[in-house]
Nanobody, 116 residues
Framework: QVQLVESGGGLVQPGGSLRLSCAASGSIYSLYPIPMAWYRQAPGAQRELVAKITTGGTTTYADSVKGRFTISRDNAKNTVYLQMDTLKPEDTAVYYC????????WGQGTQVTVSS
């Protein structure tokens, strides 16, 4: 049974930081490391790619978060992280992790709200 459990979201003021975690298990996630990514979906908007990381650690970021967010992974723990610094109100969204390219199963995500 596939499980993608995102955590670490919350309410933060503009300019603040959060660190998200994603524990992946089941199916392909438990067999061997695969490329992973963080996605987000703001109210009324489509889900978008935020950052992705290969099994070797090569990273790619959306232009809107480049220089502020850092994706990392711990293959031994099947866990992916997203360090988010200098947060802006437009970063408010539900954040999800998934494989890259995304597979059909999605977890429930973690809410990030940036507001003063």
């Amino acid at each position: 049974q596939v499980q993608l459990v995102e955590s670490g979201g919350g309410l933060v003021q503009p300019g603040g930081s959060l660190r998200l975690s994603c524990a992946a298990s089941g199916s392909i996630y438990s067999l061997y490391p695969i490329p992973m990514a963080w996605y987000r979906q703001a109210p009324g908007a489509q889900r978008e790619l935020v950052a992705k990381i290969t099994t070797g650690g090569t990273t790619t970021y959306a232009d809107s978060v480049k220089g502020r967010f850092t994706i990392s992974r711990d293959n031994a723990k099947n866990t992916v992280y997203l360090q988010m610094d200098t947060l802006k109100p437009e970063d408010t969204a539900v954040y999800y992790c998934n494989a890259w390219p995304a597979r059909s199963y999605w977890g429930q995500g973690t809410q990030v709200t940036v507001s003063s």
